[in-house]
């Protein structure tokens, strides 16, 4: 994972969720769907500062070396760990 990358993450949270975001660790995630792999990658864990509800955020990108497609999720409930922010991606249809 290259520096880049993190950045281009932490910027999404400032966009998507106008807060700032330090980069905490690396989680890999599998998710099935009826026995099926709908979903596999590492979702990047990061610590919030000046949201106002959570202290927490899950992000990914679908192309790393464009650095495009950027999800960015707060930890706020259901979304409460990386597996759980990636089933809410795909529930509101975006990977």
């Given amino acids: 994972m290259s520096d880049l990358y993190v950045q281009h993450l932490a910027r999404a949270f400032r966009q998507l969720h106008d ?32 949201h106002p509800k959570a202290t927490r955020g899950y992000a990914w990108a679908g192309d790393k070396k464009k650095g495009s497609d950027a999800v960015a999720m707060v930890e706020v409930s259901p979304v409460v760990s990386p597996k759980t922010a990636v089933q809410a991606a795909i529930a509101a249809g975006g990977k």
């Fill in 19 to 50: 807060c700032e975001a330090e980069h905490l660790e690396t989680v890999p995630v599998v998710e099935h769907v009826h026995g099926r792999k709908v979903w596999e990658g590492n979702v990047e864990v990061f610590k919030l500062k000046g």
